[in-house]
């Protein structure tokens, strides 16, 4: 077995047997876990065993790994540490929380996806420590009005169930399902209208979980029609359904579009490393003006030869990359026309 | 649905006329609406009138998406590589600076590389891209090889080009004349020349040639 697959392999074993041990140490030795939703739970198991097994093939790759060693690395650097956590908590704050980047490029787009994002948020934030039996609520000494929340079993702040606050822990639930929802719709809108959408989407990675999440949310808010409004009517074959979608869902996070959930903070690495890149900048060994980062220039011929590419000279005068990209499309027309128009006349 | 096989995608920047026909209706194509992709690139105005058109070329063994540390470039069955898929590309700029053409672009303010996918929205369904449709000196043009081959008597199609040792094929072809003994494009060998010496006259005078199906090809 290659090294990266046993390396990958062992760090999944050991986030899966560390996500155990805290089921059994947060519900109490099980005893506030809900055995009725052990489903969940050994599905979210199997999905972070696959999510940390690709994330660490993932990894393994030569341009990943080089953002992964350097991004930690300059992070770190004495120098930068403060200048770089200032900058990261602006960066997460609009890229993660307001999704800034995305509302750019589309602004449909943009709500569609911070309508999913934050309802997906919100919902897990709420179901994991339930499922997981490191959340409950508890009834108060002899006040039936109120109930405390306990989370791995400590007692912390007690509620009213009759104020806003009570309706609102006791219906995130709805108001994650109502952003999913209407998110999901946006986004179905955009890809029956958007010519680009149409030419690109495939079912499995576009419109699958799409599907999937409407069919969590509605399966959601129908249980809580049900058992509201209808006297539970439905309610067994509603949650049945309810819990495979969320156990198919959590199943296919590791696969296909949900992974990007984990990929994506590889942009803040990526956001310190070009910079503190910029502090030293290259020049084109061909018309002399800054086209990148050295440290990047010299980091990507490594990554390039890892791969197998050799864009050196065959004089040995230099490396291709050394050549800015306006001057590469420049020297694409130059040989041709050469190839037409014989000998060329030499620079200076 | 596919490119066909049956197509091909040919550059000829000896018959551009800089124009920027090209330019102008890439922007209309619906996988990046509103965004020109192709490069038209002056070479140097002070001695000649020599535009270059630059297209992604479609690498059998794309740089950019080797080099691209979210998997977010993917080259189709169809041999075209296609543009940065949003949810992945992290715009760490790998790509734009690997790409042995120079053909990516980051759009900084999306923080997403966008790139020609050959217009995968009308090659798909059979059209020609954007720019090979409305260029009107042919130095960009799709079509059935034999058909290129045919009417362009003093021409040949290559799709190797060299890059100091790096060997690259492309589903992209580009014209040489039928006289070259070589097989590829060495692109390093020009590496300090700074015009192909055409004076204005001469190249108008190609150009015109070409039009009657002169010594262009
Ligand atoms: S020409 Fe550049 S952008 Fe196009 S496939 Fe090749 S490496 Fe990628
Ligand atoms: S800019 Fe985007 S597409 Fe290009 S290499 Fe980086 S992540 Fe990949």
Redesign the interface.
Known sequence: METEVKKSLFLATLFTIFLSIMIWVGSRNLAHFDAALVGYTFASLFAVFAIVYRYVM?LH?P??A??WRRGWELMFKREHFFSNLKFLVGRIVTIIGGNS?IW??DKERGLAHWLIMWGCILAAAITFPLVFGWLYFLVPDGDLTSYKIVIFGFPTLAFKIETTLGHLIFHGLVVASVLVISGVMLAFRRRMR???A???QTFSEDIMPLLLLFAISITGLFLTVSYTWLKGYGYAFLSIFHAITVIFTLISLPFG?FF?IF??P??FG?AI??KIGKEKMARCI?CNTE??SEM??ND?MQ??KK?G??????DGTG???K???????????????????G?????? | MTVSSEMAFFVDANRCIGCQSCVQACAECDTHKGHSMIHLETIQRADTPQTVPVVCMHCDSPTCAEVCPADAIKRTSDGVVQSAKKPRCIACNNCVLSCPFGVPKMETKFELMMKCDMCYDRTSEGKKPMCATVCPSQALTFGPKEEIIRQRESSTPVNEFKFGNQLIKTKVYMMVPKTTRQNYIDVTASMYDSSIGQSMEEHLEDVSLDFLGGTNG
Request: net charge positive.
């Open positions: 993932w790759r341009p990943t080089l953002y980047f750019k490029r958007d010519r680009d149409a030419v690109l579009k990007h990929m994506r590889a942009q990526v490393y070009k061909r086209y990148g990047h220039i990507l990554v390039q791969l590419y050799n864009y050196e000279m065959t490396h291709y990359q050549v800015c990209p306006r001057c590469r499309r420049l020297l694409l027309g130059l040989s041709q026309g050469k190839m037409w128009h000998p060329s006349i030499e620079k200076g």
